[in-house]
């Protein structure tokens, strides 16, 4: 007797990325709503369930859809300005200043763009702290993706609000507005320790534990910050965000790049998560995390492109292939962050950012969100390790298809959700704005 499901998917090769990292050769996933029924050999799966909608998807590596656990998806309307200066200054000099124009519309639209270039690049869910997140969120409501978002909260004026008071009033108001939505959830994101004061920190921790949110924030992200935390607080921001009550398991702290052994040990202790951005990092002149000791402690640690002003693409298999190469250069030890670990961090480790459960792997019980990548692209031959060729060899450009929810977002080219050729006039319009609001 066979059983009843929405979708059966067969490939030549899936990538589970479960707990025993089991990769199926000629396999099958069967779908029912948004959620995976069964995975396992073509010849069982279609054995057992029948449907009326089968996608054939041939020669190609299907794997879970990765997570892009730190960006601000409408700074793609930035992408290339103010390029090659050191953090501080591109901010408060060139950033800063054309954000402060930002208004609803453009921000719906860089999220917009944002969505489409994941979507084509592999990546299904992401975190996003920005400005004017209401915007955001319909972009991602539109384009099918999942997102964990937040309106950035500043000690200072926003495009969104006036004051910081009225900018946790706005947080409120998108929890209440977006909370049963089956894709967008929502984070407390307090911007940076340089950005906000104690009073700010601790207001953030209160309402994430009263609304039993998460809390997201820039620390550590450069010696800087570490400087001017000292001056200010008399403490580095890791120690002080501690004291501050806002590191445990509901946190994610994006970059940690200048941390000290003690305070990585912290951070394991506390069961905060990390979200490593190295290219940003890279172009920014950051420096490096230390990402292996955070491994050897257990520290979550997730993946992240940053926004695209800062990294510049969305592109979640290139930041993988940055991410093994750079810490093996580093530590000078070719067998640093190994491919299966920088995978684990772009799915796994995201779904851990995203504080999710039912995300990361193809398995039952997860959502049935994946991507499908064409092995007969030359650079994906001959297929040996699935894994290796997923962080190492491939660029996203062989992405076929990207599913979210069981809902089919992109398929050989071609969007389901996104009127593309309309997007890419409007962009071309704004483009003229970004640069008359250019310092």
């Known amino acids: 007797m ?14 589970t990325q479960n707990p025993l990292r089991t990769v199926i050769e000629q396999g099958g996933i069967a779908i029912t709503g948004d959620t995976i029924t069964d995975v396992g050999s073509w010849e069982e799966i279609s054995s057992r369930y029948q449907s009326v ?11 879970p859809g990765l997570v892009n656990a730190h960006t601000h998806a409408a700074m793609t309307l930035l992408r290339g300005v103010a390029d090659d200066l050191p953090l501080m200054e591109w901010l408060t000099k060139h950033i800063f200043p054309v954000e402060q124009h930002l208004n609803r519309e453009f921000v719906e639209l860089g999220a917009l763009l944002a969505c489409a270039e994941m979507t084509r690049l592999g990546t299904t869910s992401f975190c996003d702290m920005y400005l004017l997140e209401d915007a955001t969120y ?18 200072f004026p926003s495009p969104a609000y006036p004051n910081t008071d009225r900018g946790f009033e706005i947080v409120k108001e998108l929890h209440a507005k977006w909370k049963n939505h089956p894709r967008i959830s929502q984070s407390v994101m307090p911007h940076a320790v340089y950005t906000t004061t104690p009073a700010i920190l601790t207001r953030c921790r209160e309402l994430a534990e009263e609304l039993d949110l998460p809390i997201n924030i820039h620390l550590g992200e450069t010696p800087a910050e570490t400087e001017q935390c000292l001056k200010a607080f008399g403490k580095r921001p890791v120690p ?17 790049v200048d941390l000290t052994e003690a305070e990585i040990d912290l951070l394991a202790e506390t069961g905060t998560v990390v979200a490593h951005n ?6 920014l002149a ?3 995390a230390n990402i292996p000791y955070m491994l050897e402690k257990g520290v979550r640690v997730s993946l992240g492109t940053d926004g695209a002003a800062s990294n510049n693409a969305l ?11 750079l810490h093996k250069v580093q530590s000078m030890d070719p067998t640093c962050a190994p491919a299966q670990s920088v995978l684990d961090m772009a799915t796994l480790g995201g779904a851990a950012a995203m504080h999710r459960q039912d995300i990361g792997s193809i398995a039952p019980g997860m959502k049935a969100d994946m991507i499908a990548l064409d092995l007969n692209a030359p650079n994906l031959l001959p297929l040996h390790n699935p894994v290796s060729h997923a962080v190492y060899a491939a660029t996203g450009a062989e992405v076929r298809m990207t599913m979210v929810s069981g809902e089919v977002l992109y398929n050989d080219g071609t969007y389901l959700r ?19 609001k250019l310092v």
């Open 2 to 15: 066979t059983t009843v499901c929405d979708l059966l998917v067969r490939a030549d090769q899936i990538l």
């Open 53 to 63: 909608n089968t996608l054939d998807l041939g020669n190609v590596l299907v794997m």
């Open 138 to 155: 319909s972009a991602v409501d539109k384009a099918g993706l999942r997102i964990l978002g937040g309106e950035g909260i500043f000690m």
């Open 240 to 256: 002080y965000a501690h004291d501050l009550g806002l590191l445990s398991p509901r946190t994610t702290i994006a970059h940690a």
């Open 278 to 283: 190295p290219e940003s990092n890279m172009k």
């Open 286 to 288: 950051s420096g490096i």
């Open 315 to 325: 592109n979640m298999f290139t930041e993988m292939t940055s991410c093994a190469l």
């Open 418 to 436: 996104i009127d593309y050729p309309a997007l890419v006039a409007e962009i071309r319009a704004v483009r003229d704005w970004v640069r008359s």
